[in-house]
T-cell receptor
């Protein structure tokens, strides 16, 4: 099956710094990628949708200047959390849609971000 | 996409079948029923999906009622490794996946 990877799997950063999370589709091309956030004991919440070569579409309440998304190629999307604060500590999960099979959406293993 | 309703938690004995219900009474004709699960601290894992016919794969079976207003995911022989949160999602193809609260299934020895 299709594989989506994320890097890093966990990261600890200091308050005020920025951190970048990578999401790659390993064996398929993804025209659309999605970023989710999950707080402890809660469900996944969609943050934004990104299409290759164009600006991401953010969900209501998600600050686009704080969560920078770049989808520069058909296999790579990045999420940068700028000026991170402890309340940004969460589990970030990316997902990718297979260009060849528009209805299939595959999920990465997630990145645990802790801001101290 | 149609909203889904699932029980917050269920228990199942190891080796027995786990039957997880999902209500989606406002489902429309072009919406599919998807099931994912999430084991603690991992990304969601695809299980199965269907439109109106019952479906079976190596992981589970999906039973959709004739009026399509509800469905049941069946894990035929639950193991301890099936302990997870199970999400039922209804969506039109090409729409993004949006997750509800899901059902926390605990398989007990």
């Amino acid at each position: 099956g299709a594989v989506v990877s994320q890097h890093p799997s966990w990261v600890i950063c200091k308050s005020g710094t920025s951190v970048k999370i990578e999401c790659r589709s390993l064996d398929f091309q993804a025209t659309t990628m999605f970023w989710y956030r999950q707080f402890p004991k809660q469900s996944l919440m969609l943050m934004a949708t990104s299409n290759e070569g164009s600006k991401a579409t953010y969900e209501q309440g998600v600050e686009k200047d704080k969560f920078l998304i770049n989808h520069a190629s058909l296999t790579l999307s990045t999420l940068t959390v700028t000026s991170a604060h402890p309340e940004d500590s969460s589990f970030y999960i990316c997902s990718a849609r297979d260009q060849g099979r528009a209805y299939e959406q595959y999920f990465g293993p997630g990145t645990r971000l802790t801001v101290t | 996409d149609a909203k889904t309703t699932q029980p917050p938690s269920m228990d199942c004995a190891e080796g027995r079948a786990a039957n997880l219900p999902c209500n989606h009474s406002t489902i429309s004709g072009n919406e599919y029923v998807y099931w994912y699960r999430q084991i603690h601290s991992q990304g969601p894992q695809y299980i199965i999906h269907g439109l109106k016919n019952n479906e079976t794969n190596e992981m589970a079976s999906l039973i959709i009622t004739e009026d399509r207003k509800s469905s049941t995911l069946i894990l035929p022989h639950a193991t301890l490794r099936d302990t997870a949160v199970y999400y039922c999602i209804v969506r039109v193809l090409d729409n993004d996946m949006r997750f509800g609260a899901g059902t926390r299934l605990t398989v007990k020895p």
